[in-house]
């Protein structure tokens, strides 16, 4: 029961970010900027170091872990190269492209998301107190997954339903995860392998994606802020809960 609890609030969390990613269009690049700051954020202070973690108590080296980080970047890199020499050989290249893109890092969301949630299912296997603090840190982020997921799939543009199917999507992958857990739970290999393309992929997305086009919406030094605030908001929930 209270795996399906903490599961449900994460959901809305996800919900509640991608409505502020729908309602304040007008500010669309600030939010880009605060979606790459969390994902920085994200990378480096939760992804990577769980990753790191994991891979130490295999016995596995560090540098295999961060070759997986620097596959993933690179996969993500020529996939888009891919998509935009095939849709736009002349280089004029139309938003739709990196639309598509975007699609493909929001499925990267999804998983981590479901990955979340059973991250809770486990924790909550041991005691409702353990599901908790492992549920806060998930609602802590998953409001930026639901932002980040609108920001990826729309690049700015307006939202479309199938857009919105992604998002609904990501809201419900914590609570499919959650009940995954309790019935199977993934080995520690797999988990370091995908955390580690997870970070690839969102570093990727952070660096040349999102602040790339909020900057070119606003030259001002205020999407420069909100990168800043977005990656000091991830540092401290992820100090807040000890991690």
């Not at 790459?36 to 872990?65: C, K, M, T």
């Not at 598509?100 to 409702?128: C, E, K, Q």
């Not at 797999?190 to 790339?212: Q, R, V």
């Amino acid at each position: 029961m209270s795996t399906l609890l903490f599961t449900v609030l994460a959901m809305c969390s996800t919900l509640v970010g991608g409505y502020i990613a729908i309602v304040a269009r007008h500010r669309i690049h600030l939010l880009m900027g605060l979606g790459a700051g969390v994902l920085l954020g994200a990378v480096f202070f939760d992804l990577l170091p769980e990753s790191l973690s994991v891979a130490a108590a295999q016995g596995w080296s560090f540098r295999f872990v961060l070759g997986i980080v620097v596959a993933g970047f690179l996969i993500f890199y020529l996939v888009e190269r891919l998509l935009v020499l095939h849709s736009c050989p002349e280089g004029e290249c139309t938003n739709e492209v990196h639309q598509h893109v975007g699609r493909l890092g929001s499925i990267g969301l999804i998983v981590h998301s479901t990955l979340d949630g059973a991250a809770i299912g486990a924790a909550s296997l041991v005691n409702w107190r353990t599901g908790l603090l492992v549920a806060l840190a998930v609602i802590a982020h998953d409001m930026s997954d639901g932002l980040n997921t609108i920001l990826m799939v729309t690049h700015g543009e307006p939202v479309r339903r199938r857009d919105v199917v992604f998002l609904l999507m990501d809201a419900i992958a914590p609570v499919a995860g959650g009940l995954l857990a309790l019935a199977v739970l993934p080995p520690p290999t797999a988990l370091a392998i995908f955390l580690g393309f997870a970070s690839g992929f969102f570093l990727y997305t952070a660096t040349s994606d999102l602040l790339p086009e909020a900057h070119r919406r606003s030259s001002s030094f205020t999407v420069s802020a909100a990168a800043l605030a977005g990656i000091v908001f991830m540092a401290g929930a992820v100090q807040l809960i000890g991690r």
